[in-house]
């Protein structure tokens, strides 16, 4: 059992930068993995950046090379997403998400909205 709790997200123009958080709690070591995913209105939720709980390996949507840096602080179970260089096409509700080795995500938290204005 694992909770997953985002926040970080608001209102920003284009070109600035956000770090969204995302607290975990309960048995967070039965999680392997933990990413971001993003979903804007009308659209489906797409992938944004994973990492292992080691961070020895990080992958990253094509739309988020470059300007988004997923972390991890395993002392304090917190996921983080550093957002630079936002632009409109960012605008959506990220969410949190843990998975386990025997497979995929299966946690996911509330969401937390970022809204890009140009």
């Known amino acids: 059992q694992v909770q997953l709790v985002e926040s970080g997200g608001g209102l920003v123009q284009a070109g600035d930068s956000l770090r969204l958080s995302c607290a975990a709690s309960?048995?967070?070591?039965?999680?392997?993995?933990m990413g971001w995913f993003r979903q804007a209105p009308g659209k489906e939720r797409e992938f944004v950046a994973a990492?292992?709980?080691?961070?020895?390996?990080?992958d990253y949507a094509n739309s988020a090379k470059g300007r988004f840096t997923i972390s991890r602080d395993n002392a304090k179970n917190t996921l983080y997403l550093q957002m630079n260089s936002l632009k409109p096409e960012d605008t959506a509700v990220y969410y949190c998400?843990?998975?386990?080795?025997?497979?995929?995500?299966?946690?996911w938290g509330q969401g937390t909205q970022v809204t890009v204005s140009s």
């Open positions: 998400a843990a998975g386990i080795s025997s497979g995929g995500y299966i946690y």
């Open positions: 990492i292992t709980w080691l961070g020895d390996r990080i």
């Open positions: 309960g048995r967070t070591l039965s999680t392997v993995y």
